[in-house]
């Protein structure tokens, strides 16, 4: 993962493409600063963001990408059927992207848990990659 300190002083977590060698054109960039995540996106590109702190089990649609920031606690993140699980916390990043869509499920260690989701997508229907 790309991570460093933008000139703000916010942490980019992701962005897309992910280093400039990649010579491809900007697509996204996720920020976290001060407990609160935010989203850049290039035109085409829709975001939506949304906070939890209950266990949920979220539908990523395919070509969908789907990113769980980690802002207080720790929550166990999971496809909803699936063998492998990962624990998310503060500052920690989890992305999921592929073409089959798939539940995954959030659950809260305890009530300090909290953490914020985006869920981005082309406008055009084509697939959304970390890394196109």
């Known amino acids: ?20 060698e990649r010579d491809e054109p900007w697509r996204w960039t996720l920020r ?5 995540v935010s989203v850049d996106v290039a035109d085409g590109v829709i975001a939506e963001q949304s906070e939890h702190v209950a266990a949920v089990t979220l539908h990523r649609a395919a070509g969908t990408l789907v990113a769980v920031v980690g802002i207080s606690g720790s929550c166990e993140v999971r496809p909803a059927d699936g063998p492998w699980a990962r624990d998310v916390g503060p500052g920690d990043l ?9 539940p995954i499920a959030l659950q809260p260690a305890d009530d300090t848990t909290r953490v914020t989701v ?5 406008a055009d229907g084509t697939a959304l990659r970390w890394v196109p």
């Open 1 to 20: 993962m790309y991570l460093h300190v933008a000139a703000d002083g916010s942490t980019v977590l992701a962005c897309s493409p992910d280093t400039a």
């Open 32 to 36: 976290l600063d001060d407990g609160a």
């Open 94 to 102: 989890f992305v999921a992207e592929d073409d089959r869509a798939e």
């Open 118 to 122: 985006v869920v981005m997508r082309n």
